[in-house]
T-cell receptor, first 113, second 111 residues
């Protein structure tokens, strides 16, 4: 238990669906992150939020839309995804964007059919 | 560009010390060495970090060579629950640099 929770843990969606992934941290952190982990590939950073402001978008397609309403919650809105978007989506948080440790949630296993 | 080089896989007998090497020959003076691990189908877990001195915590020890071009993560008494992919990462702490994961070392603890 890292203090970072993600829901749902598993999601199957069609290419025309719209769904959202949710991340919540109970650590009092100010920075939150979305990562993507595809099969047999390293983790890829997608987005970074620091004090609710997006500070990094790592050339992510617009079919992924992040939202950070407050420092404790982070969402990833998904629409018109492709099968190659199937992956493990991981949320992480850290005290600040420049601090040592990031704490990761368990991830959402997404399958796009 | 890969900043670190790790062996793709290693085995270690249960109860023995697991020594995981990492080469980071181009490390800069202000870059720290971090270790994370990822147990199958879970999120990565922070283990330890260091700049130039050896470090120890409840999970592991980190030995950094004097020239800082390589390091070794030591799990002193490996258990089956230590089976995971271990990532060695170098990163500047202050300056918002990203945490960039490579392919890591898949450590298998053998009963």
């Amino acid at each position: 238990e890292t203090g970072v929770t993600q829901t749902p843990r598993h999601l199957v969606m069609g290419m025309t669906n719209k769904k959202s992934l949710k991340c919540e941290q109970h650590l009092g952190h100010n920075a939150m992150y979305w990562y993507k982990q595809s099969a047999k590939k390293p983790l890829e950073l997608m987005f970074v939020y620091n004090f609710k402001e997006q500070t990094e978008n790592n050339s992510v397609p617009s079919r992924f839309s992040p939202e950070c309403p407050n420092s404790s919650h982070l969402f990833l809105h998904l629409h018109t995804l492709q099968p190659e978007d199937s992956a493990l989506y991981l949320c992480a948080s850290s005290l600040g964007q420049s601090t040592y440790e990031q704490y990761f949630g368990p991830g959402t296993r997404l399958t796009v059919t | 560009d890969a900043k670190t080089t790790q062996p793709p896989s290693m085995d270690c007998a249960e109860g023995r010390a697991a020594n995981l090497p990492c080469n980071h020959s181009t490390i800069s003076g202000n870059e720290y060495v971090y270790w994370y691990r990822q147990i199958h189908s879970q999120g990565p877990q922070y283990i330890i970090h260091g700049l130039k001195n050896n470090e120890t915590n409840e999970m592991a020890s980190l030995i950094i060579t004097e020239d800082r071009k390589s390091s070794t993560l030591i799990l002193p008494h490996a258990t089956l629950r230590d089976t995971a992919v271990y990532y060695c990462i170098v990163r500047v702490v202050f300056g918002n640099e990203k945490l960039t994961f490579g392919t890591g070392t898949r450590l298998t603890i053998i009963p």
